[in-house]
């Protein structure tokens, strides 16, 4: 069986009411720290999408546009919100994961990257040592 729901708090984070605008905030933070230009950002995220053929948009349209872009990291614009794809594609051309781990803090988890990654690798296995070694004492006491 899954894990029990996690109880949100109405006053801090994300709620499931305002998912949609603290995704698209953080979307526009992440495209704000990277320093480029709209149409810079756009054709990184094109050229990816491109690349790996993936369809950003719904429809006939085969790229995104600008005016799509402003829509997307605009969080006061509910409505138009980009496909499962096209925020894997957003996050790879940014190199963040930012807009992702919004959604997965709602939820009660956290990403990890980098240095966190092999840390938390490193821990597993020292605990898993220590077990061992401690099955490995109670066979040899009972030799």
């Known amino acids: 069986m899954?894990?029990?729901?996690?109880?949100?708090s109405l006053f801090g984070?994300?709620?499931f009411n305002t998912i949609v605008r603290d995704v698209k905030t953080a979307m526009a933070e992440v495209f704000q720290d990277s320093g480029l230009s709209p149409e810079s950002a756009v054709e990184r995220i094109n050229d990816l999408a491109f690349r790996y053929?993936?369809?950003?948009l719904k429809g006939n349209g085969s790229k995104l546009s600008t005016d799509t872009f402003y829509k997307w990291t605009?969080?006061?614009?509910t409505t138009r919100v980009p496909s499962m794809k096209a925020m894997a594609v957003f996050c790879?051309?940014?190199g963040s994961?930012?807009?992702l781990a919004v959604?997965?803090?709602?939820?009660?988890g956290q990403l990890i990257e980098g240095r966190d990654v092999q840390l938390l690798q490193w821990a597993k296995e020292y605990h898993r040592a220590r077990e061992s070694k401690k099955r490995m004492k109670k066979i040899e006491e009972a030799l």
């Open 103 to 108: 959604m997965v803090e709602m939820l009660g």
């Open 92 to 94: 790879a051309a940014f």
């Open 97 to 99: 994961q930012r807009p």
């Open 74 to 77: 605009n969080p006061q614009d």
């Open 13 to 15: 984070g994300a709620s």
């Open 53 to 56: 053929g993936v369809a950003l």
């Open 2 to 8: 899954g894990k029990t729901p996690v109880q949100q």
